[in-house]
T-cell receptor, first 115, second 113 residues
């Protein structure tokens, strides 16, 4: 069965600094990987997704992630963060061997951007 | 384009009472999802609909939770009777089909006292 582990519960960082949010997955079949962002009192919004093809995926708001099959990781990165990036970030994997829509989410990482 | 609408936004009930949540997906979206998000955790899928049929309800506690999407558009999620551990945010999401991006509503925050 698939599972997702987000290695950091909180990541504090200063504005304009780079950031990496770590995500590891466990799966014995093909994976489809996602990063979502949740701003306070809002629903989740898709940042980016990996379905196939290039292992470097670019998303919205300047975020990117790299799929690493050998390390079973899908870490999220941004070269320079803004105060407005303060939010909860969730990594997710699709359950099963095809893209069925059934997502398994990690526990989330709180990104705290300080001025 | 209007997003996914949910109501109410907040609900406080006592244990053993019943409660219902409503979701209106984005127009034209065939797939609808209900998630439960307990504080400090990621969302957990409760049920997935394709039009008005259930695709997956393997994680829905069927002894107390029920959901329907009668006309393949709006959906309701009901809890009867509620337990303390049901306190959570209930998120509704929709997508064009199961392989497409899921769009989430703002959620309903349920507190069971």
């Amino acid at each position: 069965a698939q599972s997702v582990t987000q290695l950091d519960s909180q990541v504090p960082v200063f504005e304009e600094a780079p950031v990496e949010l770590r995500c590891n997955y466990s799966s014995s079949v093909s994976v489809y990987l996602f990063w979502y962002v949740q701003y306070p009192n809002q629903g989740l919004q898709l940042l980016l997704k990996y379905l196939s093809g290039s292992t470097l995926v670019k998303g919205i708001n300047g975020f990117e992630a790299e799929f690493n099959k050998s390390q079973t990781s899908f870490h999220l990165r941004k070269p320079s963060v803004h105060i407005s990036d303060t939010a909860e970030y969730f990594c997710a994997v699709n359950h099963g061997s095809s893209n069925t829509g059934k997502l398994i989410f990690g526990q989330g990482t709180t990104l705290q951007v300080k001025p | 384009e209007a997003g996914v609408a949910q109501s109410p936004r907040y609900k406080i009930i006592e244990k053993r009472q019943s409660v219902a949540f409503w979701c209106n997906p984005i127009s034209g979206h065939a797939t609808l999802y209900w998630y439960q998000q307990i504080l400090g955790q990621g969302p957990k899928l409760l049920i997935q609909f394709q039009n008005n049929g259930v695709v997956d309800d393997s994680q829905l506690p069927k002894d107390r939770f029920s959901a329907e999407r009668l006309k393949g558009v709006d959906s309701t999620l009901k809890i009867q009777p509620a337990k303390l551990e049901d306190s959570a945010v209930y998120l509704c999401a929709s997508s064009l089909d199961a392989t497409d991006t899921q769009y989430f509503g703002p959620g309903t925050r349920l507190t069971v006292l």
